[in-house]
């Protein structure tokens, strides 16, 4: 039986308590949150449950075996830390930490003392992008030409991060796993519009060798909510609609051929178009299915898709764009 205390109970907390308490040889011991009223619906939902401010006497307790680190990434390194050294596996919400730097030091830590880490990508587990991986592995898209997201709605602001580290990860950490080659450069220019000083609406551009390119439009003030992701490919193009409840995904038939006729200096673009159709997917709580594995990992000694080094990619990826922003959208190598 692994035994796992959770650290936060705020907005993502009690998904995390909720889903690691339905996985099979998992006990859930213990929550901690510095917020009173925090603490108060935990002791409503969990009156069994250890609930406490004490994190450091949650930490090394040798009753736990598993520290679900579920507070703002300011936090997450220190945290992360004493749990390595106390001897506990780690699941770290994202982003993984807030330096690059600390995220080596974590994962050279947890080598060294056979610790596993996951951070929490949660969209790996979606069936929607279960499905678009199945996709692109087997080929069916041919080679990618383009990556563009976009992820704006009204709203949450975050106090300490700016929108790019706050909506960012769950869309570079989607594409860090489902396309194979890794980026080169990131550019991005973004603009905060209230006295905080954080950005709140922001433009990525991801850079990869193979002259294929990625773009994310991320915003916290727009007056609609939208998710959804394209992907082109030479054979088809999908579109991800993550708020449809039905059709989530859709493949198109459709795309460009380009002839060069000998004598006439020009290209000849001829388009083509096909059948659209959507494949079934697996709607299951993507938490759920993130959080059994983890246990599978732990129990069997594997190393996690989403493990610290998937994490160290993705602060990477968001500490230059940040730079970039702070250059008015100069490119910064990876």
Known sequence: MLKIAVLGYGYWGPNVVRNFSSIKGVKVMSICDLNDTALKRAKNDYPYLDVSTDCKRIIKSS???????????????????????????????????????????????????????????????????????????????????????????????????NVIWDLAPHDLSIMDYIVKERPLAISAIGAGHFACGLENIAYVVVHFNNNMIAHFNINWISPVKIRTTLIGGQKK??????????????????????????????????????????????????????????????????????????????????????????????????
């Not at 106390?86 to 080596?104: D, M, Q, R, W, Y």
């Not at 587990?125 to 080679?143: H, M, P, Q, W």
């Open 237 to 334: 193009m999908l579109i991800w609609n993550d708020l449809e409840t039905d059709e989530k995904i859709k493949i198109y038939d459709k795309g460009i051929r380009v002839r060069n006729r000998q004598g006439i200096y020009k290209l000849l673009v001829e388009y083509r178009c096909g059948n659209m159709w959507s494949p079934p997917i697996d709607h299951s709580e993507a938490l759920k299915i993130e959080a059994g594995y983890f246990v599978d990992c732990i129990l069997k000694d594997k190393t996690p898709i989403n493990d610290g080094c998937a994490g160290l990619r993705i602060v990477k990826m968001l500490e230059a764009a940040d730079r970039s922003m702070k250059r008015k959208g100069d490119l910064i190598k990876l």
């Open 63 to 161: 009753n736990i075996d598993i520290v679900a680190i579920v507070t703002p990434v300011s936090t997450h390194y220190q945290l992360a830390k004493e749990a390595l050294i106390n001897g506990k596996h780690i699941f770290v919400e994202k982003p993984f930490t807030l330096k690059s730097s600390e995220a080596e030091e974590l994962i050279e830590l947890a080598g060294r003392k056979h610790l596993k880490i996951m951070v929490d990508h949660t969209f790996l587990f979606t069936g929607a992008v279960r499905k678009i991986k199945e996709l692109i592995d087997s080929n069916v898209l041919g080679n990618l030409y383009y990556y563009d997201s976009t992820r704006i709605n009204l709203g949450l602001f975050q106090h300490d991060v």
